[in-house]
């Protein structure tokens, strides 16, 4: 019997039990969509990470940090590493810009600041970098440009999402509660940008400021709490609905940064800055940390064991990528194990449809077996019907799954529900075709014992079945 016989003998006999070839198909589809949804979140979560990593310089990116100076600065460690205890100072970055392999190291300052327009109030994270590394963090922007460079004034790039972190004054309600954004043209406008916070908490509650002076001593001022007119030089692409990895953020210069510090904190401690067991500011200006990037990956894990002799500590995101991919590897297996139930259900059905199959068509069997037909024919027969299942069933999941992940994805507003970065639910086109192959797989391993039964029928006593 040629491939085409049966091809054909096993599309007929699934047609002419059209309503239990729904059934056992159906089975499959739920199980199909379920193993491929579940695994699209997974695969989207991981997408998402790779996009950060990529957005944050890349693999060849080490985060360098150095001895916390305060609390407003920023100090991130594995947990395995002790702080180290030098500052990420000028003097700091010059030494990892003298290591062999770097391409650039660049200082970064962060720190919180209030921001106030009219009846608006929000907050934000600062972020201070070199015109360099602006550059090469591939800001994607929406309107404007990145802040000119010694301008004298501070410039602003706003992250897409910076206007949800306001509020109104008198209510205290803000996007989160109304669903309703801020009255504020961020590229036109202007704003006012507080950096002493401390200060600003303080005259709010009408209680005087303690300062450090020149000579060390604290003393109480009731100065008022300067307030900075500030403009955008940009805005991130994107709308306040869609997460990226610089959604929070505010970006600025540097070098303009620092010398807005030193004027209003002139003769007192900066917010963040460490300051002498006598209480006065340090002479030297301190970072948050340095971004170093190296030339090739390779080379990546020699700089960082060469930064750590220094003294620093260094992490770099291929180290956070492996660390995430063991993670991401549990949880996708977590979730494919849960839709695999599903599938596991569907081909308890195929093989109960095989053999229902089987019993109905005895007499059939027979026939063919007087006929000549092969045992191995007869065989492949069965396997063909339940492969037919598999692959009907799994091409049917695979567009329920693709509607069931746009509706995720919609309803989660591309991820930003959950703070992810684009999708939370993806399907790669390597899904879609290995969980085809996957139910086929199971429809044939369900069919192989029917079938087997189905060979060893005798043929006389099968023509003699009524």
Request: with cysteine; hydrophobic share 40%.
């Amino acid at each position: 019997m040629s491939w085409i016989d049966l091809l054909r003998m096993s599309a007929s006999n699934l047609r002419r039990r059209k309503l239990r070839t729904f059934l056992t198909v159906l089975g499959v589809i739920i199980g199909t969509a379920s193993i491929v949804v579940m695994i699209s979140l997974g695969l989207g979560l991981q997408e998402s990470i790779y996009r950060e990593v990529e957005q944050s310089g890349g693999l060849t990116s080490i985060r360098v940090t150095g001895k916390s100076a305060g609390d407003s600065m920023f100090y991130y460690s594995s947990g395995e590493e002790e702080e180290s205890q030098k500052y990420i100072n000028d003097q700091a970055i010059s030494e990892l810009s003298q290591v062999e392999h770097v391409s650039l190291a660049s200082p970064v300052y962060e720190m919180w600041v209030n921001m106030l327009k009219g009846g608006y109030e929000g907050s934000g994270q600062l972020v201070a970098m070199t015109p360099e590394a602006l550059i090469a963090k591939n800001i994607p922007l929406g309107e404007g440009t990145l802040p000119t460079p010694n301008s004298g004034s501070l410039e602003l790039v706003y992250g897409n999402g910076v206007a949800t972190q306001f509020y109104e004054k008198g209510t205290g309600n803000g996007y989160y509660e109304t669903g309703e954004l801020p009255d504020i043209d961020f590229m036109h406008d202007s704003i006012f940008l507080i950096l002493d916070q401390d200060g600003y908490y303080s005259s709010m509650d009408n209680t005087p400021m303690m300062g450090t002076d020149a000579a060390g001593g604290q003393q109480t001022s009731s100065k008022t709490v300067q307030k900075h007119v500030v403009r955008a030089s940009g805005i991130v692409a994107g709308s306040p609905e869609e997460y990226t990895a610089n959604y929070y953020y505010i970006y600025c210069d540097l070098d303009t940064l620092k010398q807005v510090l030193k004027k209003e904190f002139s003769g007192r401690v900066i917010p963040g800055q460490p300051s002498t067991k006598s209480g006065k500011p340090y002479k030297e200006f301190c970072y948050s940390y340095a971004q170093v990037n190296v030339d090739e990956i390779d080379n990546v894990d020699e700089v960082a064991a060469k930064i750590r002799e220094m003294g620093y500590n260094a992490e770099t995101n291929a180290e956070y990528m492996d660390s995430m991919k063991s993670q991401l590897a549990i949880i996708q297996a977590v979730l494919g194990g849960i839709g695999a139930v599903s599938l596991l259900v569907a081909a308890i059905g195929i093989a109960n449809t095989m053999m229902m199959s089987i019993y109905e068509r005895t007499k059939e069997i027979g026939v063919i077996k007087v006929l000549g037909c092969s045992l191995k024919n007869i065989k492949q027969m069965f396997l063909l019907e339940a492969a037919f299942i598999g692959l009907i069933g799994g091409a049917a999941g695979n567009i329920l799954s693709f509607g069931m992940s746009a509706a995720i994805n919609f309803i989660t507003g591309q991820g930003a529900a959950m703070g992810f970065d684009g999708n939370i639910s993806y399907i790669p086109l390597w899904l879609v075709l290995l969980s085809m192959g996957f139910a086929m797989l199971v429809g044939v391993v369900a069919g192989y014992f029917p079938a087997l039964r189905a060979m060893k029928l005798s043929p006389l006593a099968a023509i003699r079945n009524e």
